[in-house]
């Protein structure tokens, strides 16, 4: 079995489980629902292998690696899920098949971010590194996806709610994150390294909202409220707290100009520049209508 995904019937690992089934990979997929891989995969066709997987389970991890020779992981980095991934991360190390995970992580990621998301994936990194696993990480800024929150707010009232009305990110596609991902896991001599991912340009949420407006043909006000009242906002709405946690932090690191930088690495990668965010909202569009 050459390749495991971890995270599989998210946004990006399903992506990536595509990708390598199209590329006639081997692939097994550890998740908690298998009848969502099946719906997900089934229609792609090839070599793959569901396995339910419950990731606090040791030895069900154990097993789930054994032959596999390249993992990936696309999971969050806080929460339950973080502890999840530590647990795989210390499975992973144990394995004697295993020759490198590649491990979806985030731009930044540090412990000195103001970002939740950027410690949490520092922290998963320091466990991996004490443990001496093989591992490459991918670090993508911000998903042009994470837009998609505010849809529904978009599309009944024409306002977005937020706090980051400056600041800038150079949004990156989810679909770019998951090429760069397969390129990847597919090719040795890519492994071992951090990969910084940005899309093209520097853009803050008002700067999209006018950008959503165009698409839209009708105008959208990024509106800013108190930190405090978008958390609740958040909360009511169904968001867990850690998420909400985590996406007010996301705000301050973007107010802050953390990621206030692009990089070259998915055209050095894929040999070609990445999606925009207008390409992006065109793809998208009818979520906000
Ligand atoms: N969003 C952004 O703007 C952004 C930017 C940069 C980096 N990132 C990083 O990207 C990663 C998220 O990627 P994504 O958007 O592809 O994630 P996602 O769509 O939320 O997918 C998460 C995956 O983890 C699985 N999962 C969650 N909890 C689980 C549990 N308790 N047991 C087993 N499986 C569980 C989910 O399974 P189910 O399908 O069964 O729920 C799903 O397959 C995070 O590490 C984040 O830090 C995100």
Redesign the pocket.
Known sequence: MAFAV?????????LVVKHLLGFHEAVRVL???PG?AHRLFDAVGGDLDVRAV??DDRSAIDAALEGVRVAFI????VG??GN?QRLIVDAAARSPSLEQVVR????NSGPSSLGL?QQ??WSIDFAAEALGLPYTTI?????S??VLAAAAEIRSERTWTGLADTGRVAL?D?RD?AEVAVRILRDSTTWGTHYDLTGPRLVSWPDVAALISVELGASVEFRVIPDRTLVYRMIDAGVPPSKAELLVT?EWAILRGENEHTTETISELLGRPPRTVEKFLRDYIDYFR
């Open positions: 971890i995270g599989a019937t998210g946004r990006v690992g399903s998740v908690r629902d969502k419950p990731l696309a999971m969050g980095s339950l899920e999840l979806l992580s985030v731009l998301n949490g994936h670090r993508p800024s911000v998903f996806a994470s990156c989810h994150v996301r």
